[in-house]
């Protein structure tokens, strides 16, 4: 969010009086700033623009400094209150205090304040308030009552005054100061000469001069009125001014940029005049201002004056191409559309219909005589939706119905809820009228007559646009688009079209739809679509981008205008705008820039071009009147800063070296960046884009955030870019600011050589060592590999054996015994006894089989699961050895990756016949343990056990088949294992694996 929050209704100050009398007294809308927006004394009194573009003005409490984002108060020696700033020729700003005088310079580290009151002697350094400041020639003067100060480089010069000072005053390219009872008084250098020493200059008061016609100049005085000065004599100048001068007191003031001259008064606001005396414009509490004595006025040269009063600070464009009518002038409400009928203008509100005519002006002089009011018709109440000029009438669409009205004269045609107006190309004396379905009115001898409803028609109907006589697109509020074909004659008979999603719409959303060059386009919330005949259905414009290059996001509506001209409505995140495109030569449009910016919080409803280019905007915030005639060039003098570098994490602000860089350490690389931009036509409309050279390839997208911040960016050098637009879409000066991110010490280039050095003379030797220690491990993997082979060379073996001296011989036996059956089959005795030979040998033989393979394989593992396979082990190993094994086996099953299990169970097994080969135990005992996130697997005896101290702990080498073993297929599990074992105390085997989905 931003530091300040501007309290604006927005806009601007008429600058002449406008065409017609009865159009006259738009407000004067303008941008307040209060004291709690800034946080100082609500007092102000003078205002300068740094030639950075900062805006600084005198306040009770110090200086304020605003950047166009944030107010930052400078506070003065003895917290001394200010009165008077200007800038000298080197760009310092001049201060003039109680009791204090000094110059505040622009650092790029802040605002530095330098004080010159040592060079004020004794006698005079309590001197009161310093009214005004000035410079001249290089000389700057500051005036109190009891003295002038005149700067002049580092040095001060007193100037004591013989009784009193008045205030100082430009006289074409001189300054002038009146001394009570010595008249006009010139100062040069550092001297002060007579200038008039007239009775009337030394006797009466003056207040401010000012430049008129024919090398004159206009004197107010504080008490007497105006007179014109020729250089030698003072005459009265009778004249609605000096009138307005009388009733209230003139105080200071400036000549603007259009030659004008603008007069602070107490009690009344501003009043603008030109070199003939002749009132442009008064801004007062009478037509918008907030407070009513102004204490000065600021040109800052960007088409805004600065107001400075005793209530805070305001702000107006001058000279205005926008006014505003709001409830000063009877408009109340929300204005949905205006037009002009037999040249008076006419609003339609949401609570009424108004006409704009003149009443005797409360203060005749403020408004030349008259003043502007809108008042309201008779009878046609609530809500006016709509306002169509047929000939002599204006038909007004309301609540109630259809009102014709002429002059302040109404009279009701239809009593049905109408919305949208229509006249028909086919037949000009019929209106059409979007409802609660679609309506016409006829006018037949001169009177309008409703003629009801046509058939086929019952939605409400927001929208009425012709394609073709006869042919209507209408468009609803929630329930799509229709497309109408009229029967015609006395017909009320239709053929309708619906379409809506289903037909290519992306919502049913109401959004006002226009005709350009022969197709509706409509918008949406995923931007314009067109009707494609051919297909029946509603798509994506591809054309409007070609026609209107570079179209905001976010149109809600497109009102043609004149000459071909097209208004487009935006909604975008920060609030409504208005764009103004006109047909180029090609058929394409470019954006016309508009000279205002209208209030965000404002919809726009309805743009009216009147025939003098004159654009009447109705909106939400009421209405508007753009007059392109008195838009003045604007420069565009503002620039983007970069404020503020701050330390994410500690916020701490970091500064620029003499070279002007930010040097950051390593662990400062995460940074948010403050910027502002110097702006001051809307600030809340400002908008920044963002680059940094070195980490980002493109500009960041439009944002009305000003900051930026960056994280963990890796050392280097960085050009951060900001760049920004004002709410006229103004690009403005880039700005800049270079950072470098040092490296972290072991980044350095000192490290780097230390480290290339170390390598240089230990990498050799630690080569070698690597090498050495990969050849040995090698050589482990070698051997244990060979040691593999040969035992599954052994295993094939003792298989062998077994089929051989088992499996063989009991089949030969089989064989011998049925063929000595085969040759005697007539002995029925020998035959009962061969066969229960062959029996038992084959009962055997299925039994040593059956031994064979599960040793190959557990045949329980597949079918019972690994918990009792392990289970069913230990209990077979107990019952076949002299060792007695006590087991416990946790629910395991599925814990494992199938492709695992049989490594597990082999480690169990073959852990088992190490005790029963090697450990001469009595006792056993097995554990498996099921964990949250790994199985523990624990083998101990009570054996003879062995000295483990020797073994490697990485068990690359065991010293055993069998171990080596376990330890390859503990590997293959993923996990550890340690064996624990001393002489004469058993062995200890532990194993941890860890369990699926946690390794």
């Given at each position: ?256 940029s259009t030659g004008e001259n603008a007069l602070g008064v107490v009690g009344l606001g501003v009043i603008i005049f030109d070199s003939a005396g002749t009132i442009r414009s008064v801004v007062s509490k009478e037509n918008g201002m907030r407070f009513n004595t102004v204490t000065s006025v600021y040109d800052d040269g960007t088409g805004n004056l600065w107001l400075t009063g005793y209530e805070g600070l305001a702000r107006v464009r001058y000279p ?547 918990t009792k396979a392990l289970q069913s082990l230990l209990r077979t190993f107990s019952e076949s050895v002299s060792v007695k094994i006590i087991g416990a086996v946790d629910e395991i099953d599925g814990k494992l990756p199938q492709e695992n299990e ?98």
């Open positions: 969010m931003r530091d300040i929050l501007l309290i604006s209704t927005f806009i601007i100050l008429a600058a002449v009086p406008v065409r017609s009398d009865f159009e006259r007294g738009a407000l004067p809308v303008v941008n307040y700033t209060s004291a709690g927006d800034y946080r100082a004394d609500r007092d102000a009194w003078s205002t300068v623009r740094s030639r950075s573009g900062i805006m600084y003005f005198a306040n009770s409490e110090g200086v304020l400094q605003y950047n166009g984002v944030t107010w930052n108060l400078i506070r003065l020696p003895n917290r001394t209150s200010v009165q008077s700033l200007a800038i000298d020729r080197d760009g310092r700003i001049i201060v003039g205090s109680d009791s204090e005088i000094g110059a505040l310079t622009e650092t790029a580290d802040g605002v530095r304040y330098t004080s010159f009151v040592q060079f004020i002697p004794d006698s005079l350094r309590n001197f009161a308030q310093t009214w005004t400041s000035d410079t001249l020639n290089g000389y700057s003067y500051l005036q109190s009552s009891s003295a002038i100060f005149v700067i002049h480089g580092d040095s001060l010069t007193t100037i004591p005054a013989s009784v009193l000072f008045g205030m100082m005053y430009r006289f074409q390219d001189r300054l002038l100061v009146q001394e009570q009872d010595r008249g006009l008084m010139e100062l040069k250098g550092t001297k002060l000469i007579p200038f008039d020493s007239s009775a009337f200059c030394g006797t009466v008061s003056i207040a401010s001069i000012f430049p008129a016609q024919n090398g004159k100049h206009f004197v107010f005085t504080k008490y007497k009125g105006v007179f014109l000065y020729d250089g030698r004599t003072m005459v009265p100048f009778p004249s609605p001014l000096n009138d307005l001068v009388l009733k209230n007191r003139p105080y200071r003031g400036t000549v603007v205005a191409p926008l006014t505003s009518f709001t409830d000063r002038q009877g408009i109340a409400s929300a204005v949905k559309m205006t037009v002009r009928h037999q040249g008076r203008i006419y609003s339609g509100t949401v609570e009424n219909l108004y006409q704009l005519t003149t009443r005797p002006s409360v203060t005749s002089l403020v408004s030349a005589g008259t003043r502007s009011v809108f008042t309201r018709i008779p009878d046609v109440r609530e809500d006016c939706s709509f306002m169509l000029s047929v000939d002599d009438d204006l038909l007004v669409s309301t609540t109630q119905g259809v009102f014709v009205v002429n002059g302040t004269k109404s009279r009701l045609v239809t009593r049905t809820y109408a919305l949208p107006l229509l006249r028909s190309s086919a037949d000009p004396d019929r209106v059409f009228i979007g409802t609660f379905g679609l309506g016409s009115m006829v006018r037949k001898n001169g009177r309008w007559v409703d003629e009801g409803l046509y058939e086929g028609i019952t939605e409400d109907v927001y929208q009425l646009l012709e394609a073709a006589p006869d042919q209507l697109w209408l468009r609803t509020y929630n329930q799509g688009i229709l497309r109408v074909r009229l029967l015609g004659g006395v017909s009320r008979k239709t053929t309708v079209e619906r379409f809506g999603i289903a037909d290519g719409l992306p919502s049913l959303s109401f959004l006002p739809a226009t005709i350009i060059e022969g197709r509706l386009c409509a918008p949406t919330e995923n931007g314009i679509y067109t009707f494609n005949e051919q297909r029946r259905r509603f798509e994506p414009d591809s054309l409007f981008l070609r026609q209107f290059p570079g179209a905001p996001d976010g149109i809600y509506a497109i009102d043609p205008g004149s000459n071909g001209s097209y208004w487009i409505f935006v909604d975008q995140p920060g609030g409504y705008r208005l764009t103004h495109w006109l047909r180029q030569e090609d058929g394409t449009f470019r954006q016309h820039p508009l000279p205002f910016a209208l209030p965000p919080a404002s919809r726009i409803e309805w743009v009216f071009e009147d025939t003098d280019g004159t654009c009447w905007i109705s909106g939400t915030g009421g209405l508007f009147r753009y007059e392109p005639a008195r838009t003045a060039e604007l420069p565009v003098p503002f620039r983007a800063v970069v404020d503020r570098v701050r330390l994410l994490g500690n916020d701490s602000i970091v500064t620029a070296s003499s070279s002007g860089t930010i040097n950051l350490r390593y662990d400062e690389n995460s940074l948010r960046l403050m910027v502002s931009a110097n702006s001051f036509l809307d600030e809340q409309q400002t908008m920044y884009q963002f680059l940094l050279e070195g980490f980002e390839e493109r500009w960041s997208g439009w944002t009305f955030e000003n900051r930026k911040e960056y994280t963990n960016l890796d050392p280097g050098m960085y050009t951060f870019r900001v760049r920004a637009k004002d709410a006229l879409d103004r690009l403005g000066e880039e700005g800049t600011v270079i950072m470098e991110i040092m490296p972290p010490w072991w980044g350095t280039w000192w490290f780097r050589t230390i480290v290339a050095l170390f390598f240089l003379t230990a990498g050799p030797v630690i080569y070698y060592r690597r090498v050495t220690a990969l050849k040995r491990q090698n050589q482990m993997q070698e051997e244990f590999s060979r040691q593999l082979i040969n035992r599954q060379e052994a295993e094939r073996k003792r298989i062998a054996h077994e089929l051989h001296d088992s499996i063989s011989q009991s089949l030969l036996t089989i064989k011998n015994r049925a063929g000595l059956a085969v040759e005697r089959p007539d002995e029925a005795q020998l035959m009962i006894e061969q066969m229960k030979v062959i029996l038992t040998s084959s009962t055997g033989a299925i039994q040593e089989i059956k031994q064979i393979t599960h040793n190959l394989r557990p045949y329980l593992l597949d079918r019972l699961g690994l049989i490594h597990l169970y082999r480690t169990v097994q073959e852990a088992l016949n190490n005790i029963q080969k090697h450990s001469a135990a009595a006792e056993a005992h097995v554990t498996v343990e099921l964990g949250e996130q790994q199985l523990r697997v624990t083998v101990q005896d009570d054996g003879k056990g062995f000295d483990a101290t020797g073994m490697r702990s990485d068990h690359a080498s065991l010293g055993g088949l069998g171990l080596d073993g376990i330890a390859e297929r503990v590997r293959i599990l993923g996990g550890e294992f340690r064996i624990t074992s001393r002489i004469g105390q058993g062995t200890t085997l532990t194993i941890t694996i860890p369990l699926k989905g946690t390794a």
